[in-house]
Nanobody
């Protein structure tokens, strides 16, 4: 069964940091592009960062310089490290990959940035 499982969310104060994890099972993530997305309260889901199978990375303008996406292939996991968090980073964070033209999403992990 192909599955993605996110973890690492939580409540953090503005200026703080979090590292989100996206663990794959049933497929080897290093062979696929993996993206992180978020859905702020009352808003549409939006892209945050993506790492291609070849390693190229892209970030949304809103997180450039504050977030890093990277892989740990031994753990079959893709991480999103977020620093200098802002209240507008609040939302449910999802990872996604595509296999044989089908999208696979994790269940999401909540990130709340608040004092």
């Amino acid at each position: 069964q192909l599955q993605l499982v996110e973890s690492g969310g939580g409540l953090v104060q503005p200026g703080g940091s979090l590292r989100l994890s996206c663990a794959g099972s049933g497929f080897t993530l290093e062979h696929y592009a993996v993206g992180w997305f978020r859905q702020p309260p009352g808003k549409e889901r939006e892209g945050v960062a993506v790492v291609a199978s070849g390693g190229a990375r892209n970030y949304a303008d809103s997180v450039k310089g504050r977030c890093t996406i990277y892989r740990d292939n031994e753990k079959n996991t893709v991480y999103l490290e977020m620093n200098r968090l802002k209240p507008e980073d609040t939302g449910v964070y999802y990872c996604k990959t595509t296999n044989r033209n089908r999208d696979y999403w994790g269940q999401g992990t909540q990130v709340t940035v608040s004092s």
